[in-house]
């Protein structure tokens, strides 16, 4: 009551750790949802606030079926959300024509309509599964797609992910962090690429030369590089390097 006519809602850096059901249902008028805490950066720390709370920071671990029932206008959802055993999989009832989508991939897209952008956070148990689900449900996607992946145990694990159209991918304390010649092979789409070790980073020749298309490139290494040369020559495009 008295909310009613709320178009934006922003709950960033909040202590709510569940949704239950009808959480939203009298906010029919809101178009844009952001519920998570602030990761528009990658923290200079070895464990990522995202999936593990800091300093009071909380998240997400449950959300019960219906808890986004009503929210008919919605076009933008921030969510960040990491589950408990017993809620892995996570229905976007009603939230059928969104513009934008960040959130985590498991969650259940029935025959949802992304507009422009989608976002997808994943952490450690890297599962294409989750996000070749979600290609197969959208009935349409315009613009560019976002993979944001946190405790990465390889650089060799994204192979799973070259059939996926993603433009930006952000790659979060990586702990083997070698990129080889073909570690991005088939991530011919990619435009904007961010890797950051809590070790060190090795980059070989080659390293670069399927992902020719990237114009903003961000390396940062707890324990320092090791470069071979020449492995830069690949990104002509390259406008924005940033190495730390």
Known sequence: VGLRSLTHLNLTQNSITQLRRNTFHDLHFLRELLLYADTNYIPDMPTNIYFKPYWGTRIIMNIEPGAFLGMFSLKSIQLDFSPTPNSTNVTLESLHRLDTFQGPAHFIADNLQIMKGLSFKVSEDLNSYHIDKWFRQLTYLK???????????????????????????????????????????????????????????????????????????????????????????????LKKLSIE
């Open 143 to 237: 613009q560019s797609v976002k993979l944001e992946i946190h405790d990465l145990n390889s650089i060799s694990e994204l192979k799973s992910l070259s059939r996926f159209s993603i433009s930006n991918l952000v790659v979060s304390n990586c702990k083997i962090c070698i990129i080889g010649n073909n570690s991005f092979m088939g991530f011919y789409q990619l435009k904007s690429l961010k890797v950051r070790s809590v070790s060190e980073i090795n980059i070989e020749q080659g390293a670069f030369s399927n992902i020719q298309n990237v114009n903003y490139l961000e390396l940062y290494a707890e324990r320092g590089f090791q470069f071979e040369p020449g492995v830069f020559q690949e990104l002509g495009r």
